[in-house]
Every structure is written in structure tokens, then in C-alpha cells.
């Protein structure tokens, strides 16, 4: 059980970054911005690091938001997850269910914006705090899955595992795209952008026998 929530955090988180393409497509050109802060033609190096430090702000941000999730709701979870963990895999059906109609979730959340620093690493490592308030508005079915997964468990290490698993899944998309050329990163874009609507449904269609999975078979609500 605690592999499989695992998994599914990990992924979920990967699929934020991923399926966030009003927002990703200006993550390239933030690094280059951020770069030439530090030097002017800077080295690809740098480029990297800036994407790691803010990769390092993502994880944070999911483990300081783990442990206030955890903290608030463990105790009421131990005695009503029977009723809780339901609601929430019942939510996640309905939202699969417009993820995979293409409906844009996006448009009813609204969005946030990063503070801006004069220092580079501050200004990345800030950005990577504030990078779930940025991305989840664009693509807030992977949030869902991340809150009902958290509510099938009431151990506090269990869940803060879960919302740092979630953090290295948003991450690894970003550190990925500061490695590659800005060639590649326009192709790997570019190629999410065309593709929204399939890579839409097939996320939804998964998230969909996740919840049914949990709805019949874990919780038995039949």
C-alpha cells in the first residue's frame, strides 16, 4: 500500500509540470533570465544549477506543505477516513472524468505569481516555493490526486512521504529542461503543446482506474 501511494504521488507530481503547458513553456526562458543575471553568456552550467535550485524549492514546498496537511488532518483522518478518503476518490472520478472530456479546469482557479528578487538563486529558490501555486492553477487534477491519496492513510510519515514523493515528480521535469539545449526544450514543448488533448485523456483515463481501484476495492463502497 505504501509503495503504490507512493508511485501514484510520484507520478501525479510529474504530471503537474507536464500537463501545465500554459505555464511550462516560460520556464526555459525564466532560466536564461535568471542566468544572465548571474553573467552575461552564461555558461550552460549555470543554467543547471539555477534549474536544480529551484528543483530544491519545489521538494520543500511539497515537504512544508506535507507536514501542515499532515499535522492538521492526521488526527481527524484516523477517525473518519472511512468517510473521507471516499469523497475525495469520488472527486478525483468527476475531475478524471472533465480531464478526459478536455475540459479546461484551469480557467475556474486563479492564478499566482511568484515574487520577484534582484538575486538570481533567491529568486530561483523562491520561484521553486512558489512553482505549486503556479503550475496546480493550470493543472489542478494532479493536486486531486495527490489530497485523496493523503486521505487513504492516516500515518503522518506515510503522508508527508507522499507530498515530498509528489515534490520529486514536479521536479524532475524542470531539471530535466535546464540540462537539455533550448533547442530541445522548445521540441520537448512544443510537442507537449500539440499533444495537450491526448496526453489529457490518457492522464484522466489512469486517474479514473485509480479511483475506481480505490472506491471498489479498497474502500468497498459497494
Partial sequence: ????????????GLF??????CVLP????????????????????????????IALG?????FLFGLIFTGIFSSSLTSAISIISPIAFGFLA????????????????????????KNPYLNASVFGLFFGLIVLPCNPASLAVL???????????????????FGLGMSIPLVILAIVSASASKQVIGF?????????????LIMLGISIYYLFFVFKII
Fill in 16 to 21: 503537474a509540470p507536464i500537463g501545465a503547458v
Fill in 147 to 165: 489530497f485523496a491519496v493523503s486521505t487513504s492513510v492516516a500515518s503522518f510519515f506515510t503522508n508527508l512521504l507522499n507530498f515530498v514523493a
Fill in 1 to 12: 500500500m505504501l509503495a503504490a501511494n507512493l508511485w501514484i504521488s510520484f507520478l501525479a
Fill in 26 to 53: 516560460l520556464y526555459p526562458g525564466f532560466l536564461a533570465y535568471l542566468a544572465n543575471k548571474v553573467k552575461e553568456d552564461a555558461p550552460k552550467k549555470t543554467i543547471v544549477f539555477l534549474g536544480i535550485t
Fill in 58 to 62: 519545489v521538494i520543500l514546498s511539497m
Fill in 192 to 204: 507537449l503543446t500539440k499533444y495537450k488533448k491526448p496526453i489529457n485523456i490518457v492522464a484522466g
Fill in 94 to 117: 468527476l475531475i478524471s472524468i472533465l480531464l478526459i472530456f478536455n475540459v479546461d479546469l484551469g480557467r475556474f482557479i486563479p492564478k499566482a505569481h511568484a515574487p520577484r528578487l
